[in-house]
């Protein structure tokens, strides 16, 4: 229970955190917020409380932020975010989700260079972090809280994609 509270907890101190001002998207980006919120609940992990999973709640928030402006967030159907989620092939020329949501942030009107916490956010998200497999001090790291190197939505994408499919699809059709 006390990992579901940090979750709301999260999504509604993110959703303020990166509301800047009255306007009609930041009533849409507390709405995908939500529903990331909602979709992510029954499959939270509730054995611990950190690790790639909880990337995944601002991921899917800026990725259902991004659809089209005629949809709205708490309709978008979880195939769809599926879907979105699922890894791309190498070589393949199908954008990837953070170009995906690149491109629809800036038709949005969103610099992504400038200073405003959804910036910042979809920064931290996208910036490339190295290997990690020791601390500071030399100690090896366990073979858990080992870092393979790549960005928190790629870590976020690689834990949600199965998940939401096994929870989501393929527990229906069973």
Known sequence: MAD????????GRMAFS???NDSWLNQRWTDS????????EPVWPRSYSSGSFSYALPTIALLLYAVPLGDDPEYVPV???IKALTPRPAGREAPSLEDTIRESLTKRGHDLDDASELSSLFRSLVEYRPPIAYTS???ELTSADHWPGGTLMDAAVEWAHPVFTHHYLRRNTA
């Open 137 to 139: 001090t030399g100690v």
């Open 18 to 20: 990166v509301a800047e």
């Open 33 to 40: 917020l939500r529903r990331s919120a909602t979709l992510l």
């Open 79 to 81: 195939e769809d975010i």
């Open 4 to 11: 579901m509270r940090n979750l709301w907890w999260t999504a």
